[in-house]
């Protein structure tokens, strides 16, 4: 079994930061792209930021210059900087893994989802 669970959202000022973070456990044979997903109320979720098991990353052009993706492979856990934060980054973020195991072939492992509010 593989669990991806979040930590670090909030309610948060206008112009103020969050680090969220996300930490795969359970009998991981591999990780390969990590990402984290947002979804507001009312609207389809989408890929915010993703990184590579070598460090590539992409962003969503609405965060860029503002978020930083980052992942620790021996901890097997990905982060997300985010500064500026604007009310319209309101949304439940969502951390997602491309993760193989010693029994599964690769396939994308979900979190929870953890609230982020931007709001004064």
């Known amino acids: 079994q593989v669990q991806l669970v979040e930590s670090g959202g909030g309610l948060v000022q206008p112009g103020g930061s969050l680090r969220l973070s996300c930490a795969a456990s359970?009998?991981?044979?591999?990780?390969?792209?990590m990402g984290w997903y947002r979804q507001a109320r009312g609207k389809q979720r989408q890929l915010v930021a993703s990184?590579?098991?070598?460090?590539?990353?992409n962003y969503a052009d609405s965060v860029k210059g503002r978020f930083t993706i980052s992942r620790d492979n021996a901890k097997n856990t990905v982060y997300l900087q985010m500064n500026s934060l604007k009310p319209e980054d309101t949304a439940v973020y969502y951390c997602?893994?491309?993760?193989?195991?010693?029994?599964?072939?690769?396939?994308?492992?979900w979190g929870q989802g953890t609230q982020v509010t931007v709001s004064s």
């Open positions: 997602n893994a491309n993760i193989a195991t010693a029994t599964t072939p690769w396939r994308d492992y």
């Open positions: 359970g009998s991981i044979f591999s990780i390969n792209a």
């Open positions: 990184i590579t098991s070598s460090g590539s990353t």
